[in-house]
């Protein structure tokens, strides 16, 4: 199983990068790291995804280790509405059970 | 708007009664899936149906139940209701499996008295 670890929390600056970490020593050799985020109490929203190469989409960079225990998300140019939780999964479970697994995550406080 | 949605957005009932929580998912994705949200567990997965069928099964209780239709979209059930029900219930749907990306609804609120 991936266990992923976060910190609780992380403040950022309006347009400066946010770099959120997160340690997933368990996760196994062919299993993804997924970021989704969570804005208030709306539906967890979909950041990116990497197996082993750093990965980049218009919402995120996504930086994994060569030893994959740890990755970093950045957020290039964090606006206000980015304030949410982060949330970086693997999945877990096995069969019949396979699921990705919310943690607490990390709450983004981005500051005018 | 992710595609995903969910009826109704707000839900009040007493102890002992019956709820169903509806979903539809995104045009073309065959797996939906359940979670729900406390203020004291977090985002806990509750179920997944694929195609119609039980695919997944996570911390769901036996008072729970969910089924997904010939159309897809899908309902979960929840009987014998508690405080501790109280929570936000969130269904997601992906294209295939878990691997792939899921796409959350807005959820159902729901606050049991």
């Known amino acids: 199983d991936a266990k992923t670890t976060q910190p609780p929390s992380m403040d950022c600056a309006e347009g400066r990068a946010a770099n959120l970490p997160c340690n997933h020593s368990t996760i196994s050799g062919n299993e993804y790291v997924y970021w989704y985020r969570q804005i208030h109490s709306q539906g967890p929203q979909y950041i990116i995804h990497?197996?082993?190469n750093n990965e980049t989409n218009e919402m995120a960079s996504l930086i994994i280790t060569e030893d994959r225990k740890s990755s970093t998300l950045i957020l290039p140019h964090a606006t206000l509405r980015d304030t949410a939780v982060y949330y970086c999964?693997?999945?877990?479970?096995?069969?019949?059970?396979?699921?990705?697994?919310f943690g607490k995550g990390t709450k983004l406080s981005v500051i005018p | 708007d992710s595609g995903v949605t969910q009826t109704p957005k707000h839900l009040i009932t007493a102890t002992g009664q019956r709820v169903t929580l509806r979903c539809s998912p995104r045009s073309g994705d065959l797996s939906v899936y359940w979670y729900q949200q406390s203020l004291d567990q977090g985002l806990q997965f509750l179920i997944q149906?694929?195609?119609?069928?039980?695919?997944a099964k996570g911390n769901i209780l036996e008072r729970f139940s969910a089924q997904q239709f010939p159309d897809l979209h899908s309902e979960l059930n929840l009987s014998s209701l508690e405080l501790g029900d109280s929570a936000l219930y969130f269904c997601a749907s992906s294209v295939e499996g878990v691997t792939d990306t899921q796409y959350f609804g807005p959820g159902t609120r729901l606050t049991v008295l």
């Open positions: 149906y694929y195609n119609g069928e039980e695919r």
């Open positions: 999964i693997g999945l877990t479970g096995g069969a019949g059970s396979y699921q990705l697994t």
């Open positions: 990497g197996l082993k």
